[in-house]
């Protein structure tokens, strides 16, 4: 099974948070691995092999400015082969081809802002770019910074303006895209003190993708240190 894992780890620098990621490509053997929120200028080849353990691993990264932000995308050389890599503001993309099925694909790893008016210049910039990836196998992921309904926000203050999420379905919708559900717990991001919590991280695929692997799940796995679950896409290639 082809596993894409992604993760906002809200920061790379520690050692316990880089055992934690590595802990987790252990477990996995993901395909790709996207990373958000990375909190650095500077990512190497070293860096990368300190929890990918493998000489196999490539990658690619924009960096972070200052300590905010930052995103890392990571690939088993042997069950993928990357062409092309490329960023837009608070993107990551790579297009390349599985090698096990030789289908060709594109991947956006995504940070996207708080604030709503720079969501919806992304999402503008974002279906800018899609338009030159017709019929092609689209996954984008990450985190999204805003959910889609208000069942997707629980807080003990009660319902809150969710004025992000108008511009959010839209542009899911002119860009059908389908978001799958997601297993394994209904959110993604916790509060420290565990009284607020939202579905923010999810994939995002193209109707293409679809047709080309229908057994696929979102999957969301336990927290660990960060506030932010990582999430997997699974995708059974049996019929």
Same mark, same amino acid.
């Given at each position: 099974?082809?596993?894409?894992?992604?993760?906002?780890?809200?920061?790379?620098?520690?050692?316990?948070?880089?055992?934690?990621?590595?802990?987790?490509?252990?477990?996995?053997?993901?395909?790709?691995?996207?990373?958000?929120?990375?909190?650095?200028?500077?990512?190497?080849?070293?860096?990368?092999?300190?929890?990918?353990?493998?000489?196999?691993?490539?990658?690619?990264?924009?960096? &972070?400015?200052?300590?905010?932000? +930052?995103?890392?995308? #990571?690939? /088993?050389?042997?069950?993928?082969?990357?062409?092309?890599? @490329?960023?837009?503001?608070?993107?990551?993309?790579?297009?390349?081809?599985?090698?096990?099925?030789?289908?060709?694909?594109?991947?956006?790893?995504?940070?996207?802002?708080?604030?709503?008016?720079?969501?919806?210049?992304l999402w503008h910039n974002i279906s800018e770019r899609l338009t030159t990836f017709s019929d092609l196998n689209v996954c984008i992921c990450g985190d999204f910074n805003t959910v889609r309904s208000m069942e997707?926000?629980?807080?003990?203050?009660?319902?809150?303006?969710?004025?992000?999420?108008? &511009?959010?379905?839209?542009?899911? +919708?002119?860009?059908? #895209?389908? /978001?799958?559900?997601?297993?394994?717990?209904?959110?993604? @991001?916790?509060?420290?003190?565990?009284?607020?919590?939202?579905?923010?991280?999810?994939?995002?695929?193209?109707?293409?993708?679809?047709?080309?692997?229908?057994?696929?799940?979102?999957?969301a796995s336990t927290r660990g240190l960060s506030d932010h679950c990582p999430i997997q896409l699974c995708i059974d290639e049996e019929n």
């Amino acid at each position: 099974m082809m596993k894409i894992i992604s993760w906002n780890v809200r920061g790379l620098g520690g050692y316990e948070k880089r055992r934690e990621v590595g802990q987790l490509v252990k477990e996995t053997n993901p395909y790709i691995m996207c990373i958000q929120e990375t909190k650095m200028c500077v990512i190497d080849g070293v860096v990368c092999k300190t929890f990918w353990n493998d000489t196999n691993v490539d990658f690619s990264y924009l960096p &972070s400015r200052g300590a905010s932000g +930052g995103l890392l995308t #990571l690939w /088993d050389r042997s069950k993928v082969v990357v062409w092309s890599s @490329w960023q837009l503001e608070h993107v990551l993309g790579i297009q390349g081809r599985f090698v096990r099925n030789d289908e060709e694909f594109i991947l956006l790893n995504v940070y996207a802002p708080c604030d709503i008016s720079q969501q919806q210049a992304l999402w503008h910039n974002i279906s800018e770019r899609l338009t030159t990836f017709s019929d092609l196998n689209v996954c984008i992921c990450g985190d999204f910074n805003t959910v889609r309904s208000m069942e997707e926000h629980k807080s003990v203050g009660g319902p809150s303006s969710h004025v992000g999420s108008v &511009s959010f379905n839209v542009f899911i +919708g002119e860009n059908f #895209l389908v /978001d799958l559900p997601l297993w394994g717990r209904n959110f993604t @991001w916790f509060r420290g003190d565990g009284k607020s919590m939202s579905r923010l991280d999810r994939y995002l695929l193209s109707e293409k993708w679809c047709l080309s692997w229908p057994n696929c799940c979102q999957l969301a796995s336990t927290r660990g240190l960060s506030d932010h679950c990582p999430i997997q896409l699974c995708i059974d290639e049996e019929n």
